[in-house]
């Protein structure tokens, strides 16, 4: 055990080890014997909330900061968008003919990531979901250019576990979904979103709201797929109905492919642009 560098104490760890050889005394087995942060039980009753949440914000932003990640780019979209050598499944014709956005998110992940590498991928890097399909893209992107990138899993009733192209260093496991959502957005340069289903608009709308309403920098919110997100939402009539303003309008921008969000991104003009930096 290293010594703590902030200080005389004792390290935490060493008084661990230490109860793994207490006394087997019916004192050291009780439960109320065990050291507070060794304790599931004690961690996982409903009091102790807050202390998770805190928890579970601190892991990925320690380890993030100590590999000096600076800023990422954002893929949000479908678990269930397939690969294109998957096309002839039993999927929908539908479902099927999107297959076409994973290999423009493999692609716009590719991209972004030949420019992370330049940095030592501290900036630019790719961070997604963590799952199959788009997000399954968005880190297979990634390994392609020979860069890392972030997997922010979650843990769902069924399984659910990281697609094999995240970088193991940076894939980490939610309980909360608040949290993990601000994990998202925490170092975002540019948002990038393909078609989904709930998920998907859950991540899209809440940064929309953040952006709207100055909580967070306006920074490029891309949706692929102009057609697929006309069709199910009614963006002009929103404005028409007055619960946004026509301003609104201009949060995000349409783009088909990897290049046209790589000119939105290149072009981006922060001049007037409302908000601030996301707090922490």
């Known amino acids: 055990m290293k010594d703590n560098p902030r200080g005389p104490?004792?390290?935490?760890g060493q008084d661990l080890e230490s109860t793994r050889h207490a006394a087997d005394t019916p004192q050291a087995r009780s439960p109320a014997y065990r050291l507070a942060f060794d304790d599931p039980d004690f961690l996982l009753r409903d009091e102790l909330r807050p202390v998770r949440l805190q928890l579970?914000?601190?892991k990925p932003q320690l380890e993030l900061?100590?590999?000096g990640i600076n800023s990422t780019v954002v893929l949000f979209g479908g678990a269930r968008i397939p690969r294109p050598e998957a096309r002839d499944d039993a999927r929908s014709d539908t479902l099927r003919d999107m297959s076409r956005y994973y290999e423009q998110a493999r692609r716009f992940a590719r991209m972004i990531t030949e420019r992370s590498v330049a940095t030592d991928c501290t900036e630019n890097v790719i961070v997604t979901g963590g799952g199959p399909g788009v997000m399954e893209a968005g880190n297979r992107g990634a390994a392609d250019?020979?860069?890392?990138?972030i997997g922010l899993n979650i843990v769902l009733p069924h399984e659910q576990v990281p697609n094999e192209y995240v970088t193991p260093e940076l894939c980490f496991n939610f309980h909360y979904f608040g949290i993990r959502k601000m994990h998202f957005l925490l170092r975002a340069r540019a948002i990038a979103v393909f078609p989904g289903g709930f998920g998907t608009l859950d991540e899209l709308f809440e940064s929309l709201t953040l952006i709207q309403t100055g909580r967070m920098e306006q920074v490029?919110?891309?949706?692929?797929?102009e057609d697929f997100w006309r069709d199910i939402v009614n963006w002009d009539a929103l404005a028409r109905a007055g619960t946004i303003s026509a301003e609104d309008l201009s949060l995000f921008r349409f783009v088909e492919t990897a290049e046209d969000a790589l000119a939105v991104i290149d072009g981006w003009d922060k001049t007037g642009?409302?908000?601030t930096i996301p707090g922490r």
């Open 65 to 67: 900061d100590a590999r």
């Open 220 to 225: 490029p919110v891309l949706l692929f797929g």
């Open 56 to 58: 579970e914000l601190l």
């Open 273 to 275: 642009k409302r908000g």
């Open 145 to 149: 250019a020979g860069g890392c990138s």
């Open 9 to 12: 104490f004792r390290h935490a």
